[in-house]
């Protein structure tokens, strides 16, 4: 990292769960977000066999507040059966909420303020916030605050009829009004990339999912939650029959004229929820803890522009992260990188494969270099296997750490864009990779 850590404080992954990964509206829909939550950690729980006393921290990210539950990440470490003695508190970051929480945890482990923590997060869209409009809430406040039933009757006598229409959650950037999709479609016209590319790179992602399912890879990571009498295990958001030329059928919807995003080559709303143990390598390895990875360092970083960059945030955080622990891209054997859409994952690849785009970014001497594809997301991403919000970072850094000892890898590197002109990445390290004296 870029702070000296002496080697017994080097934070470090050692469980990981998380619910799979369902399309909304479906079996989730009996349980609150924090509910979800709850599974999550109590999976992960049972998965060490680490005292829940001796954590000293729970941090959870979300991204659709439920306006009973505002420290989602207290009521979720309750409802699991965690001490009432063990703080927590929850992160707001748009989709990189997820990797906040694990930045918090490691950066706690590291000065040494506590041994081992949680992190996480958690979005259902199946039971989202659905509100009053503004001007019935306003209104409702100041009925309640007024002393007499005239008063009240004339207050009521403001509603209009279009006062009654419900205020739904919205994707849309509350800057600039633009959605994800209008976003990335404004990359699309500013760096360029094809819709033949997209459809073929989100086909890809699918048939990698259904792959990396049939052979068992995310049993390691999914603890079966049970509502309402049905029990999931597995992810259902991945399909068999999404071929490039099927998916090539399907008209644009954020810009029907000109566009290249389709709902097929975006990663759709779903419900989930993960949870990771980390903690200090020298604690680690005296309660004879295992250790997945070593979270070797981690930034986040904001876009020059919202209007033309929102999603593009991996290629403004994976260079300086390289150059903060002289590496480069070549060096890296295992990439995971949130899909928003394929169009988004493809602009921030092609950026980070400038030279001239990472001279004019950063100072000079800062790696650049194509990200392969055969070692990109090789389990499938977030077009396949769904992105709820807050939980996907867990998915990912889940992943990043399988892929590194199934592949014999030194190094990886987890980087998610987000809403608001957002980016992040983290850098791990396998503890396992045999090192030359």
């Known amino acids: 990292m ?13 469980a990981g769960a998380r619910t799979a990964f369902l399309e909304s509206a479906g079996a989730y829909s009996p349980l609150m977000s924090h509910e ?9 729980m049972h998965r060490t066999t680490l005292a829940p006393h ?4 729970v941090v959870m990210g979300t991204v659709l507040h439920e306006i009973n539950t505002t420290n989602v990440a207290r009521e979720a470490m309750l409802a699991a059966g965690l001490p009432l003695t063990v703080p927590a508190y929850t992160v707001a970051m748009a989709g990189i909420s997820p990797s906040v929480g694990v930045m918090n945890i490691c950066d706690q482990i590291a000065l040494g303020r506590l041994d081992f923590g949680i992190a996480g997060g958690t979005d259902n869209f199946s039971d989202v916030p659905v509100r009053l409009s503004q001007n019935v809430r306003r209104l409702l406040m100041k009925i309640r605050q007024s002393r007499s039933t005239g008063e009240r009757i004339s207050l009521l006598g403001r509603l209009r009829f279009s006062d009654l229409k419900l205020d739904l959650p919205s994707s849309a950037d509350f800057t600039t009004g633009l959605t994800m999709g209008a976003a990335c479609e404004a990359m ?13 790179f989100a086909a890809e992602s699918h048939a990698r999912a259904i792959a990396a399912t049939a052979a068992g890879r995310y049993r390691e990571q999914i603890v079966p939650v049970t509502a309402a009498g049905v029990t999931v295990t597995e ?5 068999a029959d999404a071929s490039a030329e099927k998916l090539a059928r399907l008209a644009p919807v954020f810009d ?7 709902p097929g080559n975006a990663s759709r709303f779903s419900d989930g929820a993960g949870a990771l143990l980390l903690g200090a390598l020298g604690r680690a390895r005296t309660e004879g803890l295992p250790v997945l990875a070593v979270v070797r360092d981690y930034l986040l970083a904001g876009v020059a522009s919202l209007e033309t960059e929102m999603l593009l ?7 300086r992260l390289l150059a903060q622990n002289g590496l480069q891209f070549a060096d890296i054997g295992v990439w995971e990188i949130h899909e928003a859409f394929a169009a988004q994952l493809l602009i921030n690849r092609q950026c980070m494969a400038s030279p001239a785009f990472v001279a004019e970014r950063f100072r000079a001497g800062t790696p650049c270099g ?12 977030s077009l396949s296997l769904g992105n709820p919000f807050a939980a996907t970072g867990v998915r990912l850094l889940q992943t990043a750490a399988q892929r590194m000892k199934a592949e014999g890898q030194r190094y990886a590197v987890v980087s998610t864009c987000a809403g608001g002109g957002l980016g992040a990445a983290l850098l791990l390290e396998n503890p396992d990779y045999p090192r030359r004296s």
């Open 313 to 319: 945030g991996p290629a403004l955080t994976i260079p």
């Open 370 to 381: 194509e990200i392969p594809l055969d070692r990109l997301n090789v389990w499938g991403g």
């Open 235 to 239: 992810d259902n958001t991945a399909r």
């Open 54 to 57: 001796q954590l000293g921290l």
């Open 256 to 262: 029907r004229e000109h566009g290249i995003i389709t």
């Open 188 to 200: 699309v016209r500013t760096f360029g990339a094809t819709r033949e590319a997209s459809d073929a």
């Open 36 to 44: 979800l939550c709850a599974q999550a950690i109590s999976g992960l």
């Open 2 to 14: 870029t702070r000296a850590i002496p080697e017994n404080r080097l934070p470090v992954l050692i």
